[in-house]
């Protein structure tokens, strides 16, 4: 193709795109208004444009992509399940490719975890988990546990019932009349703590107001919803060591499931394949996504113990089915794309790799931490959230109209890479397979672009 066939191609695609789509957490007033980046195709750790030009994928294609992009093994992994079949269902039916990935992925999961109910997106997983935590209390006579414990930020996906235990105020409030009531606690946010502590001396004291939100609703709690270890979109909020061991205590105390988001922090993120291992903690459920295809299909499984799952047992008259259900659950094409990147990531020891590499990254960010304009680079493994603020030592956040997170991950653009903010924490999450010379790329790019956007910003602001 000739640049000027490209250049038209291009024109074509975004008259069709700004007459057709809309996109999801856009705001799509600007969007029309701008040119878009149109991705046509990838390689590795690029994404490549409809005019050729090469970007590193700063976050994995919102935070999924595990072994870079066009990976071999995957590809053909999905091009042989191809020529068996493309879907069938799992009501009432098995299929080969579902039950090889659900073996495969117990293989992966922490211990106590043996049962894999498919569905097709984080927010589905998380929907589930609330359902089946909600009638497995009910199943077992203890009918007055059907209320959730979250925490503020919480970020769980956006159906209503993922809406409902997450804390997000800008993404959820205008839902709010729409939502189930939930038990809210105090979020473990170091850097901004909401209760005016300094850790370690506070002895995490955000985690007994988790407890004294239990005892007051004694015998009424089915479960704590919990993203273990880092609430990722409300900024990489990283947890005090212990405190998730802290959450499986008081679940158990108080005789309520402990569910587990790691829809984000699987697949090696955090630098083991699940965020609760580092704590070794066993969830009652536990949820995945984005990473479990490697970033390739939408798939997604909730995962619980035997304890739950016989709950649910009894003859058909007796309805303790779990009725719940979605076409896709366990689409064989995703299942086989699923079970290949499991298998790469036990192969080729991908978790192992990301302590390495997530210092590699963080040494590259060393220049950052001296910033004016960076209050926190908070780093578990390979997920980054760096919070600038407009004064360093007062921690004052910048006026939130002018976006200096927006216009970082814009500066990165014509640098070469990807980012996309959440609020004024610019995020990177490399896929784990990014190579330590891409990541020092990485690093590069988003410093330069971080003093872009914030010279501009204090300038601006002053
Ligand atoms: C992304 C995310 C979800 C939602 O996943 P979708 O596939 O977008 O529905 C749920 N929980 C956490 C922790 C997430 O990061």
Redesign the pocket.
């Known amino acids: 193709m000739t640049d000027d066939e490209r250049a038209e191609r291009h024109r074509r695609l975004r008259a069709a795109d700004h007459r057709h789509l809309w996109h999801p957490f856009t705001p799509m007033q600007e969007w029309l208004a701008e040119d878009p980046l149109i991705v046509d195709r990838a390689e590795g750790s690029y994404l490549i444009d409809t005019l050729g030009r090469r970007y590193l994928d700063g976050v994995s294609s919102l935070?999924c992509n595990v072994h870079g992009h066009r990976v071999p093994e995957i590809d053909a992994a999905i091009r042989a399940q191809l020529e068996r079949v493309g879907h069938s269902t799992l009501l009432g039916l098995a299929s080969t490719a579902s039950i090889e990935c659900a073996e495969e992925l117990i293989g992966h999961a922490p211990p106590g975890l043996t049962r894999v109910f498919f569905s097709d997106?984080?927010?589905t997983a998380?929907e589930i988990a609330i359902k089946m935590a909600f009638q497995h209390h009910q199943l077992r006579g203890d009918v007055a546990r059907k209320e959730f414990v979250t925490l503020a930020g919480a970020?769980?996906?956006?159906t209503l019932g993922?809406v409902s235990v997450g804390g997000i105020d800008l993404f959820h409030r205008i839902f709010r009349p729409l939502l189930f009531e939930v038990q809210r606690a105090p979020q473990p946010y170091c850097y901004r703590c909401p209760l005016g502590r300094a850790w370690p001396g506070c002895a995490m004291a955000c985690a007994d107001e988790v407890e004294r939100v239990f005892a007051a609703r004694p015998g009424r709690i089915a479960a704590l919803v919990i993203?273990p270890r880092v609430q990722?979109?409300d900024g990489m909020i990283v947890q005090p060591p212990g405190y998730l061991r802290r959450m499986r205590e008081i679940c158990d105390r108080h005789g309520a499931l402990l569910v587990c988001?790691e829809?984000?922090t699987g697949w090696g993120r955090t630098g083991r394949t699940f965020a609760v291992e580092h704590e070794g903690v066993a969830p009652d459920i536990l949820t995945t996504?984005?990473g479990i295809t490697g970033g390739y299909l939408p798939l997604?499984a909730t995962l619980t113990t035997e304890a739950v799952f016989e709950s649910f047992l009894g003859p058909p008259e007796a309805q303790r089915t779990f009725f719940h259900g979605h076409t896709y659950a366990g689409n064989p094409l995703a299942c086989a794309a699923a079970t290949a990147s499991m298998r790469l990531f036990r192969e080729r020891g991908v978790g192992a790799a990301v302590p390495a590499r997530a210092e590699a990254l963080a040494g590259a960010l060393g220049a950052l931490a001296g910033h004016p304009h960076v209050g926190e680079i908070r780093q578990r493994g390979l997920m980054v959230g760096i919070e600038l603020v407009r004064d360093r030592s007062s921690r004052e956040r910048f006026p939130a109209a002018l976006r200096v997170g927006h216009r970082a991950c814009m500066a990165a653009r014509p640098r070469g890479a990807i980012l996309r903010p959440l609020g004024d924490v610019v995020v990177l999450m490399p896929p784990l397979s990014m190579t330590p010379a891409e990541l020092g790329e990485l690093a590069r790019i988003a410093t330069a672009a971080i003093d872009e956007a914030t010279a501009a910003a204090a300038g601006g602001a002053a």
Do not use: M, P
Not at 155 to 158: K, P, Q, S
């Open positions: 935070w997106a984080g927010a998380v970020y769980h996906g956006d993922a993203e990722g979109a988001d829809v984000a996504a984005k997604a």
